[in-house]
């Protein structure tokens, strides 16, 4: 099931490089049904568009890639949603979800996680218990990506195709409209980046190599148990 | 020890035989209902499918999302495409009344229509979303007559597959399948906001798609042509859009 991680990593790589390419064509986000440049935006960002039509102060035009970024993200989200179904049924048939990402009855406190959050100011050496365990913090921020952000950033990103909602007008309505959605879909798309950050920082903290042997393996060399 | 590896090779085949005809049963119904895109091919052609037939199971009839009148977009916003030709400019000078829409391939009364004669045609109005691919979009009503009603003046043959249309410039063409050439929604649209539908926004007939992007809703329509298959248009993907790289179907 490791595998289901790393399809993830690619499909994520892939839905980042090509929803940044398709942004690029109209660098401008709305609030509301409706949102186009007649109108004003909720904010723009400071970059080229790639095209012409988009007032962006530039005078450089970006080349138009849309065709290849659009095809492939709708594939990535494919792999994304199959790889998400197949880890969503195994954590919770084998109890992974519960055991492993669920913070634990001590756990559950204010108090956990600030000692948890000063642990990791201190950089405190991991005792043998916890370098086999999931933290409090991690186990949060884990949860919140594989329940919160992912499903999020799926409803967002469906909610943007017009035919889907005509099946299921609620998915784009409940989320105030067309440009809502996609601008939610952006910063939804932010926090996964963030989550990605730190939790690549955390890795190379903890020993990218060793870490990458583990997540590729299975096997936690002992001498990393022992700090 | 052999025991197991013949156990082994039992199930791998066993599993490898079902795998491969559960592929060819969902190949085989999938063609059946058609649920297999024209630019099902090269690298990204997997994920083509799988949104295609995905979107044909649950969207089949579904109708796009309708707007009340408050909510029609006080500055639409037109796309621009390609500078009116010569050609063009004399029928927009002539009122377009030399304009003809025609309808040809597998229908047993081909037509050719003018706007006028649509206008005397049932007609609907709709008030949509155009939404863009690059992100954009606004709210308009839209007013045309139902590409059903055309294509049963026509009488379109039972096999058609798909309804072929043509703009006025050259080589910009789309198509769509019969769920959508049939789809109560789908208009040979002339008016637009209670007037005529003006030259920025594809007067003076655009074909108006809803439950697909902007693209698919190609300005200028001269030509509708009903077939059984795309090979024989242009590189078979389809459309003109797969051609420059773009996806034939927009639904998403």
Redesign the interface.
């Known amino acids: 099931m490791r595998v289901t991680h790393w399809l993830t990593v690619l499909a994520f790589s892939a839905l980042l490089i090509t929803g940044g390419e398709i942004v690029i064509s109209h660098p401008r986000f709305y609030w509301g049904e409706t949102g186009n440049v007649n109108m004003k935006p909720l904010f723009s960002l400071p970059i080229p568009a790639s095209r012409d039509m988009v007032p962006t102060g530039y005078k450089f035009v970006m080349p138009d890639e849309n065709g290849w970024s659009r095809y492939l993200h709708f594939e990535a989200a494919w792999v994304l949603v199959l790889t998400a179904l197949v880890y969503g049924i195994w954590g919770f048939w084998t109890g992974h979800f519960g055991r492993n990402l669920t913070p634990r009855r001590g756990q559950r406190s204010w108090q956990a996680y600030r000692e948890q959050i000063a642990r990791h100011l201190r950089r405190a050496p991991l005792n043998a218990h916890e370098a086999r365990s999931y933290n409090v913090l991690q186990r949060t921020a884990y949860l919140a990506v594989i329940f919160v952000l992912f499903p999020l950033v799926i409803w967002t990103g469906l909610a943007l195709s017009p035919s889907f909602d005509s099946a299921v007008p609620e998915a784009v309505n409940w989320l105030g409209g067309r440009q809502s959605a996609r601008t939610l879909h952006f910063f939804v798309s932010w926090a996964l980046v963030l989550f990605l950050v730190v939790h690549v920082t955390m890795v190379a903290l903890a020993g990218f190599w060793g870490r990458m042997r583990a997540m590729i393996t299975g096997r936690a060399a002992e001498t990393e148990v022992q700090p | 020890m052999s025991g197991i590896t013949r156990r082994k090779l039992i199930w791998t085949g066993l599993a490898a035989t079902a795998g491969a005809a559960g592929l060819t049963a969902a190949d085989r119904i999938a063609r059946r209902y058609g649920l297999i895109p024209p630019d099902h091919g090269g690298i990204?052609g997997?994920?083509?499918t799988?949104?295609y037939a995905a979107?044909r199971l649950?969207?089949r009839h579904?109708?796009?999302?309708e707007?009340p009148r408050s909510?029609i977009?006080k500055?639409?916003?037109a796309?621009?495409t390609a500078p009116p030709s010569e050609e063009f400019k004399r029928y927009e000078a002539a009122g377009f009344a030399d304009w003809r829409l025609t309808v040809d391939g597998m229908v047993a009364h081909p037509l050719s229509l003018s706007v006028a004669d649509l206008h005397s045609m049932p007609y609907r109005s709709q008030i949509t979303?155009v939404?863009?691919?690059?992100?954009?979009?606004?709210?308009a009503e839209w007013i045309g007559t139902p590409l059903h009603e055309v294509l049963r003046e026509a009488a379109i043959l039972p096999q058609a597959r798909y309804v072929v249309y043509f703009s006025i410039q050259q080589g910009v063409w789309e198509s769509i399948d019969m769920a959508d050439a049939l789809h109560p929604q789908t208009y040979v649209t002339w008016g637009m906001n209670d007037g005529d539908l003006p030259v920025k926004f594809g007067g003076p007939l655009r074909l108006r798609v809803?439950?697909?992007?902007g693209y698919k809703s190609l300005k200028y329509i001269t030509r509708l042509t009903a077939t059984d298959s795309m090979k024989h248009f242009g590189k078979g993907l389809g459309s003109a859009s797969p051609e420059?790289?773009?996806?034939w179907y927009a639904?998403?």
């Open positions: 990204y997997p994920g083509e799988l949104t979107q649950l969207t579904s109708l796009a999302r707007f909510m977009s500055a639409p916003f796309n621009e979303e939404v863009c691919e690059e992100g954009w979009s606004y709210i809803p439950r697909q992007l420059a790289g773009y996806a639904g998403i």
